[in-house]
């Protein structure tokens, strides 16, 4: 039996759009596990793994953020994934060769298909190992809920989990692929990143953990992360700026609708760049 998760925010979309979707296609008896009130989804998550594992009738998990509509059950699909046991998460979209939690700046490597609010993201509907997904939707198999967890305190907001996760995965020796989990609609609405600040920081910790940074590297690393209380002060000065020149109105192509916080992290990214091929795992 496959349940599902949803980390709940503020607001009505769970009641609206995410628990209806839920409801029309769950199989009878298959568990809803909520969370409230988080101030982080990696302890959010966690906590769903420990519900999950402690009941041995589950035999994976869907987790999806509470603004996405389920149209058609994807645990019919996971059912299918998880028959081979090397498997161990499966997405809706990703990509490879990954070096930065803005996994889509890998174009060439992006696979699988999810519809936004005003468009859908098609890189192919077939079934694709990859090394990071989008956490809008993922599903886990039961060695997954039983052996994996964030480590506590090492990251935090709600910025990066599906890369961090598939990382983990990764790490413990699964794979992780992407298929198209059935018409999934993600209400999106162009709201973007919640958290740079924590977005940031994951990175950066993420990278000091799985690449092969040489010392002087880590130090940088570390005296990045000192600068991450000053995003919301570069953001404003990059607004200005934009402003002045009149470019603010631009249409990014990035996924936050913001040209601004598109280009502060694009500029993380390019510097990412340099880790190419030096993952660990």
Known sequence: ????????????????????GIERVRAPGSPVFTMRGQRSLFSAYNAMFDQAAANSDITGLVMLHDDVELRKNPAEVAQSVFEDDSVGMLGSVGGSDTVSLAWWNERDTRRGRVTDYDKVHDYGSDRYEVHAVDDVILCVNRWTIENIRFPEGHYRGFEGLGVILATLVRAAGKRVVV?????????????????????????????REFFDLSPLERLGNRLEGLTVPTIPLQLATRRVAMRMSGAIHQVSDGETGDPVIDELVSGWYRRCKRLRGRMLI
């Not at 039996?1 to 759009?17: D, E, H």
């Not at 999106?188 to 990278?207: A, M």
């Open 179 to 207: 298929q198209d989990l059935q018409d999934v609609m993600h209400h999106n609405d162009g709201r973007g990143f919640n958290g740079l600040k924590d977005w940031r920081h994951n990175e950066l910790r993420w990278q």
């Open 1 to 20: 039996m496959i349940g599902y998760g949803v980390c709940v925010g503020p607001g009505n979309l769970f009641q609206r759009i995410c628990l209806p």
